[in-house]
């Protein structure tokens, strides 16, 4: 997994906590990464390492969204 760390603001500033995540697939509809951390208004960053079990091309791809758009 990667180290995640959730702040409580839209800047990836201030109160923070942190857990591994396992998987990065979330759908966030109906409430926030974690207690303490609220549905809107929050950042998200991940660090670690992936390993790639093949060569070849790879495509990584995320979609955000601000809240109301």
């Known amino acids: ?3 995640a760390t959730y702040y409580r603001s839209r800047n990836l500033e201030g ?3 942190t857990r591994n995540d396992p998987n990065i697939d979330f759908d ?3 409430g926030g990464p974690m207690d303490g951390i609220g549905p809107d208004n929050f950042s998200a960053r991940w660090l670690g390492q992936l390993a ?4 070849g091309k790879y495509t990584f791809r995320t979609v955000s ?3 109301g758009m």
């Open 1 to 3: 997994g990667l180290q």
């Open 15 to 17: 109160e923070s906590k």
């Open 28 to 30: 966030w509809k109906s």
């Open 52 to 55: 790639i079990p093949v060569g």
């Open 65 to 67: 969204k601000t809240p």
